[in-house]
């Protein structure tokens, strides 16, 4: 019996390259993103598109349903949209702080809310955070927003896997390192990450599929910098 998967910020990037791998390997897959054009173009097998905006509450209900008439279970969520705010602290907003968080944190939280219902025994939740949010790791100026929102997403992910334990579906959080995608160019022009899309979304599709069974509560740190 096939297994089912939903991946937010599917539209380009880390997101589109899972999209590809979870269908291929004959995974029943939802992709969800605002921009659903990339994914149907493909005309992948298995593979559902919605047009989402994890800040809104009506897209919410709209996954809700769609596992409802469709699926009736959730055997593995990958939160890896993000929101990507390059900016001195000063000229930072509250609104751009808004904005990173709804995305970044308070829209995962509500997602997982959404599909906690669904999920069984050995389900797993997959947060996508960033070294930048890990406490001790190089922090770099401008990211004040989106490295913060990161590190609650790390907190929120661990306490997660303790509240859940009992019902054993598993959280983990992947702190990534930098990777060349559209986000990264968006935010810091003509900068070259080590890691490809690609690359990463291969390593991602083989801990979900792996190696998060046997772990919970965990940060896994990905990346060729230390910390």
């Known amino acids: 019996m096939s297994k089912n998967v939903i991946i937010t910020g599917t539209s380009r990037g880390i997101g589109l390259e899972l999209i590809k791998l979870f ?40 996954v809700n349903k769609f596992i409802s008439k469709n699926w009736k279970s959730v055997d593995i969520l990958i939160n890896n949209a993000g929101l990507l705010v390059n900016k001195n602290f000063q000229e930072t907003s509250l609104d751009d702080f808004n904005n990173v968080y709804k995305t970044n944190v308070f829209g995962v939280a509500r997602l997982i809310q959404i599909c906690i219902p669904f999920m069984k025994e050995n389900s797993q939740v997959i947060n996508i955070s960033s070294i930048g949010g890990v406490q001790g790791s190089v922090k770099f100026p401008g990211l004040s927003a989106y490295s913060s929102s990161k590190g609650a997403l790390i907190t929120l992910t661990e306490m997660l896997a303790e509240e859940y334990k009992e019902l054993k579906i598993n959280f983990n959080v992947l702190a990534l390192g930098a990777v060349q995608t559209e986000m ?35 940060i896994i740190q990905i990346s060729s910098s230390t910390p």
């Not at 994914?39 to 800040?55: G, H, P, Y």
């Not at 022009?189 to 069974?213: C, H, L, N, Q, R």
Request: glycine share 6%.
């Open 23 to 62: 269908s291929n390997s004959g995974f029943n897959v939802l992709s969800l993103s605002r921009n659903i054009t990339n994914i149907e173009k493909l005309n992948l097998n298995n593979t559902s598109c919605l047009s989402f905006d994890i800040t809104k509450e009506e897209d919410h209900i709209l």
């Open 184 to 218: 990264l160019e968006e935010a810091f022009p003509g900068y070259k990450a080590p890691v490809s899309a690609k690359e990463m979304a291969d390593y991602i599709y083989d801990f979900s599929t792996k190696g998060s069974k046997i772990i919970n509560g965990k």
